[in-house]
């Protein structure tokens, strides 16, 4: 199976600017999640997506969302960027179809805000 | 407030010693562990991971221990390998119901020497 994809890898924008980030899950995984990762807090989890719902938030401001669609694809939206917005955003997929299974990462959209 | 801890941020040891990786956790909600590694410009990959009910999963060379009395887990690499140079991420997940929310460590850098 081809493993998470998340384009575009690159991404450098302007503060003030808006920015869309998009996933493809593993074939077969409904839910989607993403984090944030930066080097002083780490990796920090964002939401996460299944049946095209939001089904748990991450302390962000309301700037940052997302949606998912029918095939299981997840976009993430940041409005009105901040310098500090600037990190390494990372979207992982799992099956639900067991309580304990991992999540399985995507190689992540790096984002610059100047 | 960090939940999980990776208190040592570097780590360096001879090739074809023993890795052993630090995690402690404050939370006792969590009810499954797992570890993950990252490499430069790359998402996470799972490596191994441990459900609260068990104290030891191993793994080929990966084996993870995990002491819910003292809230730590460790994770043991026997024998060290130079590609297992990289950063590991300690993560946890609280029980109950379909959230699936990890929370991570900050890492631990490490380095294995030829």
């Known amino acids: 199976k081809a493993g998470v994809t998340q384009t575009p890898r690159y991404l450098i924008k302007t503060r003030g600017q808006q920015v869309t980030l998009s996933c493809s899950p593993i074939?077969?995984?409904?839910?989607v999640s993403w984090y944030q990762q930066t080097p002083g807090q780490g990796l920090q989890f964002l939401f996460e997506y299944f049946s095209e719902t939001q089904r748990n938030k991450g302390n962000f401001p309301g700037r940052f969302s997302g949606r998912q669609f029918s095939n299981s694809r997840s976009e993430m939206n940041v409005s009105t960027l901040e310098l500090g917005d600037s990190a390494l955003y990372l979207c992982a997929s799992r099956d639900l179809a067991a309580p304990y299974n991992e999540q399985f990462f995507g190689p992540g959209t790096r984002l610059t805000v100047l | 407030d960090q939940q999980v801890k990776q208190n040592s941020p570097s780590l360096s040891v001879q090739e074809g010693r023993i890795s052993i990786l630090n995690c402690d956790y404050t939370n006792s909600m969590f009810d499954y562990f797992l570890w993950y590694k990252k490499y430069p410009a790359e998402g996470p990959t799972f490596l191994i991971s441990?459900?609260?009910?068990?104290d030891k999963n191993e793994d080929g060379r990966f084996t993870v221990f995990l002491n819910k009395s003292a809230k730590h887990l460790s994770l043991h690499i026997v024998p060290s390998q130079p590609g297992d140079s990289a950063v590991y991420f300690c993560?946890?997940?609280?029980?109950?119901?379909?959230?699936?929310?990890?929370?991570f460590g900050k890492g631990t850098l490490l380095t294995v020497n030829p």
């Open positions: 074939s077969g995984h409904r839910s």
């Open positions: 441990i459900s609260s009910i068990k």
């Open positions: 993560a946890a997940k609280k029980s109950g119901g379909s959230n699936y929310k990890l929370t």
